[in-house]
């Protein structure tokens, strides 16, 4: 069975710190990868993901990732955070020809302090 | 553009009710996905449809559970015999036709709080 591991439950980090986040998965066939936030008092919206070809991928607002095979792993990282980019972050498989349904990871809570 | 909508946004009902909740997808979005986020367990997928309908239920928790969805657009997730374990918020996705890889949209979400 396929199955997402987020190894933060929760990350505290000051403003202008860089943060990683740990995502591992297990699956014994091809998948893809994602990264979802969901903003306090917001509904869950993608961030990122990886289908193929490059292994890091980047988001629009700083944040990246990189598809580590050997490793099983997607970890997201970013720089700098903001104060705005508190928020909980979960990352999520779907399997080639699975009609597309998200497996999730237990979520990890950002929180930004100034 | 609308994005996905579900009513109610809060549901409290007594342990025996069944309750019923709706999801609006984005219009022209072919697949449909329910899952379940509660504190225990995370987000679990429940059911998915693709059109009017349902390759995979395989989420579903009990057969007190039931989903359907009509003219390819709205559905609704039907609960029987409410149990508290069934307190969570319950939050529908849309995704356009080209792929499995396509972005899912998510709803804002029902809470449901089963006393």
């Known amino acids: 069975a396929q199955s997402v591991t987020q190894l933060d439950s929760q990350v505290p980090v000051f403003e202008e710190a860089p943060v990683e986040l740990r995502c591992n998965y297990s699956?014994?066939?091809?998948?893809?990868l994602f990264w979802y936030v969901q903003y306090p008092n917001q509904g869950l919206q993608l961030l990122l993901k990886?289908?193929?070809?490059?292994?890091l991928v980047e988001s629009i607002n700083g944040f990246e990732a990189e598809f580590n095979k050997s490793q099983t792993s997607f970890h997201l990282r970013k720089p700098s955070v903001h104060i705005s980019d508190t928020a909980e972050y979960f990352c999520?498989?779907?399997?080639?020809?699975?009609?597309?349904?998200?497996?999730f990871g237990q979520g990890t809570e950002l929180s930004v302090k100034p | 553009g609308a994005g996905v909508s579900q009513s109610p946004s809060n549901k409290v009902t007594e342990k025996g009710k069944d309750v019923e909740l709706r999801c609006d997808p984005i219009?022209?979005?072919?697949?449909l996905y329910w899952y379940r986020q509660s504190l225990g367990q995370g987000l679990e997928f429940l059911i998915y449809?693709?059109?009017?309908?349902?390759?995979?239920k395989s989420g579903l928790p009990s057969d007190r559970f039931s989903a359907e969805r009509t003219g390819g657009s709205v559905s609704t997730l039907t609960i029987q015999r409410t149990q508290q374990e069934d307190s969570a918020v319950y939050l529908c996705?849309?995704?356009?036709?080209?792929?499995?890889?396509?972005?899912?949209?998510f709803g804002p979400g029902t809470r449901l709080t089963v006393l």
């Open positions: 996705a849309s995704s356009p036709p080209g792929g499995t890889y396509n972005e899912q949209f």
């Open positions: 699956s014994s066939v091809s998948v893809y």
């Open positions: 990886y289908l193929s070809g490059s292994t």
């Open positions: 999520a498989v779907t399997l080639y020809n699975q009609g597309g349904k998200l497996i």
């Open positions: 219009s022209g979005h072919t697949a």
């Open positions: 449809f693709q059109g009017n309908s349902a390759p995979d």
